[in-house]
């Protein structure tokens, strides 16, 4: 070829020969090096004078081009499953695999994520639309495994947000409850219970579900609790445990709360607030009457429970018979959901004429319209729900109980200390004694309740009248359980919320420093090592007491904190010992509701068309899904998948 011979004239031997100049110059002037070298020329003296760049630099514009390019392509990819998390939607569809450009005119169902993507091509993803169309198939990215890789990734990334925060903050508590899964494997809820630094808020934070390989023991959650807190925080900054009164959690010797006490004392168990008022009820209805009367209700939702012609024929009986009623069905006394026991109680009496109609007209209508079952059940709930023993249980209970509706969902606040807890719970015992003290007044207007329902026949136990006995068979010894159960399951609650009770400004003001540095001096030798100074408590006790007398004094009692969470934020620099201590007792859990309801989520995301999911799948899913508030960096998720899975497409230099 041309670039084997010779170079000759001008190149490698001088040029000698100028009878031949023309013919030479222009045989010269077409060899490709001679071409080169003008180009090259051309470039360099561009190059140097600024009006090109060099080819390094335009090499290097290629490449972040491409990586741009990549980087957008797998934007709209993670954005994808971020919504489908965020959301609760499942990605899988019958077939996975490829792509489904296609879109409705496919006649497989690729799934939610596919049917996104081709969404997101149709609306106009133009860079996405080349890459599906164009990219090999082992490049589109959009493959189950890379599912699972970029929904870890966002798990960790919010996990990771969460754990950043817990660790800023002076300390944390531990709430955690199991819970079996539609797959028939035990799941062990963590959320941690943490004041926020920057916005003196109470957190309560989900952060993982872990799978009890190990068995639900104490020592088997006790170490996988401890586990995961050594792993990802300072597990001698525990100053809290929330769990339910089961045995393996709250047991003296080998539940899972006392192995933790055991090696860090200072972490103080709570029975969650709402199980402890749960019990209560529960044992108020253990009255022989009441507990017939709960056994009616529970048959009557269970009656009309999926049984469409029964509900209808419900409905039309409470047009009919109360067509101002915004009720039109009725619930199951849940033994779990505190709220919804008390509310079917409610609604059982208020349509309680309805709910006789009902049974009287299929009474009436008899075994031509309906089953035997059916009509037999009717008359055995009709005779049942028109007794007068059973509408009077009915009545004072719901009576009785209702008062502890404002209680049961002021504990499943977020912001709940155990202060304000404990003061609620005093406030309502407070209110139960009243009426024991007047009960004649409250049991005569219930008894009047009782007679405007109906009232048929009653048992022949000894009484001087119908008010004396039911009286002594129901009011009072409902109330009896419900003093002696409250005074009993909040004790140790009581205890520690006196700890904090005397910071509280509206409470400071009115005791004497005497009286209240006993209580403020204990909690100060419990939390000695928390302490920035413990020997100037006193001191700082002293002045905080007089700042707010202070405050009372210039503008009253009414702009006063009255609760732990309200204080906290206006603690200055000024009293660092008492800010430590209210920000401990704000960290110290009342309730685990927060776990429970993440099981809401999590039979949400883990049912029955979706149970062979891994748990850390699992767990990623219940983050996005329960934490939408934390924003996340699309950006940030892309670098991080490029370092753990690097693969065809470049998306970093």
């Known amino acids: 070829t041309d670039v084997r011979k010779s170079k000759g004239t001008f190149i490698e031997t001088p040029?000698?020969?100028?009878?031949?100049?023309?013919?030479?110059?222009?045989?010269?002037?077409?060899?490709?090096?001679?071409?080169?070298?003008?180009?090259?020329?051309?470039?360099?003296?561009?190059?140097?004078?600024?009006?090109?760049?060099?080819?390094?630099?335009q090499l290097r514009r290629d490449l972040s081009h491409?990586?741009?390019?990549?980087?957008?392509?797998?934007?709209?990819?993670?954005?994808?499953?971020?919504?489908?998390?965020?959301?609760?939607?499942?990605?899988?569809?019958?077939?996975?695999?490829?792509?489904?450009?296609?879109?409705?005119?496919?006649s497989s169902n690729h799934g939610n994520f596919q049917a996104l993507l081709t969404f997101r091509?149709?609306?106009?993803?133009?860079?996405?639309?080349?890459?599906?169309?164009?990219?090999?198939?082992?490049?589109?990215?959009?493959?189950?495994?890379?599912?699972?890789?970029?929904?870890?990734?966002?798990?960790?990334?919010?996990?990771?947000?969460?754990?950043?925060?817990?660790?800023?903050?002076?300390?944390?508590?531990?709430?955690?409850?199991?819970?079996?899964?539609?797959?028939?494997?035990?799941?062990?809820?963590?959320?941690?219970?943490?004041?926020?630094?920057?916005?003196?808020?109470?957190?309560?934070?989900?952060?993982?579900?872990?799978?009890?390989?190990?068995?639900?023991t104490g020592d088997a959650l006790s170490d996988m609790m401890l586990k995961f807190l050594s792993d990802h925080l300072d597990p001698s900054k525990l100053r809290g445990q929330a769990y339910?009164?089961?045995?393996?959690?709250?047991?003296?010797?080998?539940?899972?709360?006392?192995?933790?006490?055991?090696?860090?004392?200072?972490?103080?168990?709570?029975?969650?607030?709402?199980?402890?008022l749960n019990l209560v009820v529960v044992a108020s209805f253990e009255e022989k009457s009441v507990r017939n009367m709960t056994g009616v209700v529970n048959r009557l939702s269970t009656f009309f429970f999926a049984h469409p012609k029964r509900q209808k024929k419900l409905e039309e009986a409470i047009q009919n018979t109360q067509p101002d009623s915004n009720v039109q069905k009725l619930k199951d006394l849940c033994r779990t959901r505190w709220v919804e026991r008390i509310d079917a109680l409610d609604r059982v009496r208020k349509l309680h004429p309805s709910i006789v109609a009902c049974f009287e007209t299929i009474s009436a209508e008899g075994s031509s319209m309906w089953s035997n079952e059916s009509v037999v059940d009717a008359n055995t709930l009709l005779l049942a729900i028109t007794s007068t023993e059973y509408i009077a249980a009915l009545v004072i209970t719901q009576e009785c109980i209702q008062y502890l509706y404002s209680l049961t969902t002021s504990l499943q606040m977020?912001?709940?200390?155990?202060?304000?807890?404990?003061?609620?719970?005093?406030?309502?015992?407070?209110?139960?004694?009243?009426?024991?003290?007047?009960?004649?007044?409250?049991?005569?207007?219930?008894?009047?309740?009782?007679?405007?329902?109906?009232?048929?026949?009653?048992?022949?136990?000894?009484?001087?009248n119908p008010f004396e006995y039911y009286k002594q068979t129901i009011s009072i010894p409902i109330l009896d359980h419900l003093l002696t159960e409250l005074r009993t399951r909040f004790t140790e609650h009581q205890k520690t919320a006196l700890h904090g009770l005397y910071l509280i400004p509206s409470v400071l003001v009115t005791k004497d420093l005497s009286d209240v540095s006993s209580f403020v001096m204990k909690a100060g030798e419990l939390y000695t090592e928390d302490l920035p100074n413990p020997s100037s408590l006193a001191s700082e006790l002293h002045n905080w007491h007089t700042?707010?007398?202070?405050?009372?004094?210039?503008?009253?009692?009414?702009?006063?904190?009255?609760?732990?969470?309200?204080?906290?934020?206006?603690?200055?620099?000024?009293?660092?010992?008492?800010?430590?201590?209210?920000?401990?007792?704000?960290?110290?859990?009342?309730?685990?509701?927060?776990?429970?309801?993440?099981?809401s989520g999590l039979k949400r995301i883990k049912s029955s068309l979706r149970s062979t999911m891994t748990n850390e799948r699992l767990s990623s899913?219940?983050?996005?899904?329960?934490?939408?508030?934390?924003?996340?960096?699309?950006?940030?998720i892309i670098d991080e998948f490029d370092r753990q899975y690097p693969r065809r497409l470049q998306l970093s230099q």
Not at 73 to 88: A, F, P
Not at 160 to 188: F, G, P
Not at 246 to 272: E, Q
């Open 15 to 57: 040029f000698t020969n100028f009878k031949k100049a023309y013919e030479l110059c222009d045989s010269h002037a077409d060899r490709h090096y001679h071409k080169d070298a003008v180009v090259f020329c051309d470039g360099f003296v561009q190059e140097m004078s600024g009006r090109q760049a060099s080819v390094a630099v």
């Open 66 to 106: 491409c990586i741009q390019t990549n980087r957008r392509k797998l934007h709209s990819i993670v954005e994808t499953i971020m919504l489908c998390g965020r959301q609760n939607i499942p990605l899988r569809g019958h077939r996975d695999s490829g792509t489904d450009i296609k879109g409705a005119s496919s």
């Open 121 to 216: 091509v149709s609306a106009g993803d133009t860079i996405l639309k080349e890459h599906l169309e164009s990219a090999g198939k082992n490049a589109i990215y959009t493959s189950p495994e890379i599912q699972n890789q970029i929904l870890n990734i966002l798990g960790d990334y919010i996990r990771d947000a969460i754990l950043t925060k817990v660790r800023s903050s002076l300390c944390y508590s531990l709430v955690a409850d199991e819970v079996t899964d539609c797959s028939n494997k035990e799941q062990l809820c963590l959320v941690l219970r943490y004041v926020e630094t920057s916005s003196c808020q109470i957190r309560k934070d989900l952060v993982t579900f872990l799978e009890c390989d190990g068995g639900i």
């Open 244 to 276: 339910d009164g089961a045995s393996n959690m709250s047991g003296k010797t080998k539940g899972a709360a006392s192995r933790i006490c055991s090696k860090y004392p200072l972490a103080l168990y709570t029975h969650c607030a709402s199980h402890c």
């Open 414 to 464: 977020e912001a709940k200390d155990i202060v304000h807890a404990m003061a609620e719970v005093n406030s309502l015992t407070s209110s139960l004694e009243q009426v024991r003290s007047n009960i004649d007044t409250y049991h005569s207007q219930w008894l009047n309740a009782i007679s405007d329902i109906r009232q048929r026949h009653r048992s022949n136990t000894p009484a001087s």
């Open 547 to 599: 700042k707010w007398s202070q405050e009372k004094e210039t503008h009253g009692s009414s702009t006063l904190p009255t609760t732990l969470y309200s204080t906290l934020p206006q603690i200055s620099s000024f009293y660092p010992n008492i800010k430590v201590l209210i920000t401990i007792l704000c960290t110290l859990p009342v309730t685990s509701c927060t776990a429970e309801r993440s099981f």
């Open 621 to 636: 899913l219940a983050l996005l899904h329960n934490h939408r508030d934390i924003p996340v960096n699309i950006e940030e």
